[in-house]
Every structure is written in C-alpha cells, then in structure tokens.
C-alpha cells in the first residue's frame, strides 16, 4: 500500500504539512471514537476505515518529516467533542453525513497537495496514498449508502437562509432609522419575512419547472437525431421551492429574535447576525468542502453593506421626506 513505501527525501518545511498531518489524526482519532457506539454495518465501515486511516496517517508523517506530530491542537479537539456528541445524539444517519463530509473535504483538500506535488519526485508517492484514499476509503464511506449530502439541496439552502438572513437585515436597519419603535419594526419585519419567503419560494418553483421542462426537451432532440441519451435527471419543483421559502424565513427570523426580545436597536440585530452566519457558514464548508473563510468574509461584508446602506435610506426617509412614526 502507498502508505508503506519507503520515503527517503520527506517534504519538510511544507505549510500544507502540519494541517494535513493533523486532519489525518484528526479523522483517525473520530473514526475510533464513533466505532465504539457504533453497531452492525456501521460498525464494520468504521472498523474498515481505522487501518486505511492508520496508513495514510504514517505515509503523511513520514513524508512531510513531522514523526512527533501526533497530538490533535485545542480547536481539532474541541471539534473532535463537538462531533462525536452530534453523532451520539442523531444517531447512525448523522455519523454516515459525517462520513460523507470529511469525504468531500478530504477529495478538495487532497487535490490541492497533489497540484503542488505532482511534478515533483515523490509525485509517484502522493498520486499512490491519493488513489487509495479516493478508490478504497471513499468507496467504504459511500459504497453502502446513498448520498446523503446533495450539492443542489445545500446550494438551496444556503441561498435562502442567506438572502432571508441579509434582506431582513437590512430592512430592521433601515426601519430602526425611520421609525425608532421596535413594534413597528417588529409588524414591519415579520410583513416583509413572510412576503419574501413566498416570493422566493415561488420563485425557485419556476426556475426548477423551467430546468426540467428545458433538459426534457433537449433529450428529446437528441433522441430524434439518433442519440442514445438517458432520461434527464429532473428537480422537484414543490420540494425545492418548499426548501428555498423555509431557509429563507429561518434566516429572516435571525434578525428579528433581538427585537421579539426587546432590543431597541440594530445593533443587537447586527451582531446576531454576525454570529449566525459564522455558524451555518462553517456548517455548510464541513459539509459541501468550501473555503470557510472566504464565505465567512463574504457574508460578513453583505451583512454590514446591507445594513449601512438601508440605515442610510430610513435616515433619509425620516429626516428628509419626514417619515416619523
């Protein structure tokens, strides 16, 4: 196996190197702790995991020359109590997301070392560990399963709770700048969360009946031609809208918890936003692969841009039009 080759000029002083080696033992230490709970087919998977596991540990240690690196840091084991505990509570179906996820993570993180290692002389070692780490390990994750985590569902979920989550946002800003009454902005918020979230979800049915009218019709084409096409894979478009319109009330509900709590300003509406959105963006990167940090900056600037700019339009609506309530 890859992880047993003889490596004679390790890596060392590699940025990629600590991070990979900790991940590694990072899954290794979670696959033991999850099997010892775990039952039936579960339990095999697991037990199957731990020796591929154990190998691509030592071939990752030996090659970026770190041997004395086996010990998680504070936040691999904070996140190590955090997950177990998770799995324990939901069960066998949470530990095989799980599963699937650290797959999906591995596959974006592996590609990454083989971009900057292939043409290098130990390419041959790196694309070995890396064939067997996707052909063997992904395929006992997978293999018994159906694919819990779905690209588009998650796309669809992320595209509510965000829009829901900003738009409203922006709104309890701008009517704290018109109005300075927390019932109004509360009567306010709730009118608009409700109207977006119909709108939003009536909006994803039609694009995803539109999706599926376009796919069938052009498998159609290619079979009067002569084509030998299967049948197009189709969206549910009730399922999708009924996904879109739920996330996006859920996110709009983010801002308007402080103000059902009696906050008299944004502020609070600000920050708790702030706060929700590094958690479900730091969900949504363990589970789908993405930069967390990137969509953690992206979001965090739509938030304040959103904010600032309705404060501004409620300021100008009181002070120049006189809007007052």
């Given at each position: 196996?890859?992880?047993?080759?003889?490596?004679?000029?390790?890596?060392?002083?590699?940025p990629?190197?600590?991070?990979?080696?900790?991940?590694?033992?990072?899954?290794?230490?979670?696959?033991?702790?999850?099997r010892?709970?775990?039952?039936?087919?579960?339990?095999?998977?697991?037990?199957?995991?731990?020796?591929?596991?154990?190998?691509?540990?030592?071939?990752?240690?030996?090659?970026?020359?770190?041997?004395?690196?086996?010990?998680?840091?504070?936040?691999?084991?904070?996140?190590?109590?955090?997950?177990?505990?998770?799995?324990?509570?939901?069960?066998?179906?949470?530990?095989?997301?799980?599963?699937?996820?650290?797959?999906?993570?591995?596959?974006?993180?592996?590609?990454?070392?083989?971009?900057?290692?292939?043409?290098?002389?130990?390419?041959?070692?790196?694309?070995?560990?890396?064939s067997?780490?996707?052909?063997?390990?992904d395929?006992?994750?997978?293999?018994?399963?159906?694919?819990?985590?779905?690209?588009?569902?998650?796309?669809?979920?992320?595209?509510?709770?965000?829009?829901?989550?900003?738009?409203i946002?922006?709104?309890?800003?701008?009517?704290?700048?018109?109005?300075?009454?927390?019932?109004?902005?509360?009567?306010?918020?709730?009118?608009?969360?409700?109207?977006?979230?119909?709108?939003?979800?009536?909006?994803?049915?039609?694009?995803?009946?539109?999706?599926?009218?376009?796919?069938?019709?052009?498998?159609?084409?290619?079979?009067?031609?002569?084509?030998?096409?299967?049948?197009?894979?189709?969206?549910?478009?009730?399922?999708?809208?009924?996904?879109?319109?739920?996330?996006?009330?859920?996110?709009?509900?983010?801002?308007?918890?402080?103000?059902v709590?009696?906050?008299?300003?944004v502020?609070?509406?600000?920050?708790?936003?702030?706060?929700m959105?590094?958690?479900?963006s730091?969900?949504?990167?363990?589970?789908?692969?993405?930069?967390?940090k990137?969509?953690?900056?992206?979001?965090?600037?739509?938030?304040?841009?959103?904010?600032?700019?309705?404060?501004?339009?409620?300021?100008?609506?009181?002070?120049?039009?006189?809007?007052?309530?």
């Amino acid at each position: 196996m890859a992880a047993d080759m003889a490596i004679t000029t390790p890596a060392v002083n590699d940025p990629l190197g600590s991070e990979l080696v900790l991940d590694e033992l990072f899954d290794l230490t979670l696959y033991r702790a999850l099997r010892r709970g775990a039952k039936g087919e579960l339990r095999e998977i697991l037990a199957a995991l731990i020796p591929i596991e154990t190998r691509h540990f030592g071939f990752w240690q030996k090659f970026f020359g770190l041997p004395g690196l086996n010990r998680l840091d504070f936040g691999r084991r904070v996140k190590l109590v955090v997950l177990v505990g998770v799995c324990r509570l939901f069960g066998p179906a949470c530990v095989h997301l799980v599963l699937e996820a650290i797959e999906v993570y591995g596959v974006r993180k592996y590609l990454v070392v083989w971009e900057q290692y292939k043409n290098e002389p130990l390419g041959a070692a790196v694309r070995e560990v890396l064939s067997d780490e996707f052909e063997h390990e992904d395929a006992l994750v997978s293999g018994s399963q159906e694919r819990r985590i779905d690209p588009e569902r998650i796309s669809a979920i992320f595209l509510g709770f965000n829009d829901g989550l900003v738009e409203i946002l922006g709104a309890v800003s701008g009517f704290f700048a018109a109005f300075h009454d927390s019932g109004m902005v509360l009567m306010a918020g709730f009118s608009v969360a409700a109207a977006g979230a119909f709108s939003m979800g009536a909006g994803a049915f039609v694009s995803a009946s539109s999706g599926n009218e376009m796919r069938i019709t052009e498998t159609a084409r290619k079979r009067f031609l002569g084509s030998s096409v299967p049948a197009p894979a189709r969206d549910l478009p009730l399922r999708t809208a009924l996904v879109v319109a739920f996330s996006y009330f859920i996110g709009s509900m983010v801002p308007l918890l402080p103000v059902v709590c009696g906050a008299a300003s944004v502020l609070a509406s600000i920050m708790t936003a702030l706060a929700m959105v590094v958690l479900v963006s730091t969900f949504l990167a363990f589970l789908s692969g993405m930069d967390v940090k990137r969509r953690i900056l992206i979001n965090v600037t739509m938030i304040f841009g959103a904010a600032a700019f309705a404060y501004v339009i409620g300021r100008i609506a009181r002070d120049i039009w006189g809007i007052q309530v």
